[in-house]
Nanobody
Framework: QVQLVESGGGLVQSGGSTRLSCAAS????????IAWFREAPGKEREFVAA????????EYADSVKGRFTISKDSTKNMVYLHMNGLKPEDTAVYYC????????????????????WGRGTQVTVSS
């Protein structure tokens, strides 16, 4: 059974840092591109960051570029989102998502491309 479980969210002060984790089970990450999306109250889900199946390509939303870093550890079947310089506008529920792909160096930013989703973890940044 495919399962994704996010963790690491919580309350963080503005300017602070945190790391989100996504534990994958039921399959190996080696065949998947991975992304993080977020959804703030009253807003649509938006792309945050993605890493290719081969981990050689990453892409970030302009709003987080230079502050967030996505990574994966296929040996542990884990995905991470390192978040620095947090701002109140980063407050949202963060979701990890996986896309099964034959392409090793392609990332996608549309949520419709992703096959599996976690249930999300809340990140709240206080001002």
């Amino acid at each position: 059974q495919v399962q994704l479980v996010e963790s690491g969210g919580g309350l963080v002060q503005s300017g602070g840092s945190t790391r989100l984790s996504c534990a994958a089970s039921g399959f190996t990450l080696a065949y998947y591109a991975i992304a993080w999306f977020r959804e703030a109250p009253g807003k649509e889900r938006e792309f945050v960051a993605a890493i290719s199946r081969g981990a050689d390509v990453t892409e970030y939303a302009d709003s987080v570029k230079g502050r967030f870093t996505i990574s994966k550890d296929s040996t542990k079947n884990m995905v991470y989102l390192h978040m620095n310089g947090l701002k109140p506008e980063d407050t949202a529920v963060y979701y990890c998502a996986l896309e099964y792909t034959i392409y090793t160096s392609i990332v996608r930013t549309s949520s419709s491309e992703y096959d599996y989703w976690g249930r999300g973890t809340q990140v709240t940044v206080s001002s």
